[in-house]
Every structure is written in C-alpha cells, then in structure tokens.
C-alpha cells in the first residue's frame, strides 16, 4: 500500500532540522536508528506542509 507523496520525507531533511533545533530524535547509542515521538512526527508534518504552501505560493 503506498501513501501519499506530501508524507515522503528524506533523511537529510530530518539531519537539518534537527541541528536547527526544530525538532529531536530520540536520544540512543551513537550510530543507532533515529527514531522521533509523536510530537516531532507531528512537527515535521508541520513544516513539510508549511514548506510545500510556500513552495506552492512561490510558483503561482
């Protein structure tokens, strides 16, 4: 089952959000899997909507 292509995030994305401190993985060994809780999954949804209004706006 696929799900929408709004929702695909890259891990890059996920890398400069968190340095910029906009959200926190789970804190785990070095190395290991990132892995966010509900809030910052609701965060990223957040920004990647905002990101794509603008993004949608600045085309018009």
Do not use: H
């Amino acid at each position: 089952m696929g799900y929408p292509k709004s929702l695909e995030f890259r891990l890059v994305k996920f890398v400069i959000w968190e340095e910029k401190g906009a959200i926190q993985s789970e804190s785990g060994a070095e190395g290991s899997t990132r892995r966010y809780n509900y809030l910052n999954v609701k965060k990223m949804l957040l920004i990647q909507e905002m990101i794509m209004k603008v993004f949608i706006k600045c085309s018009d």
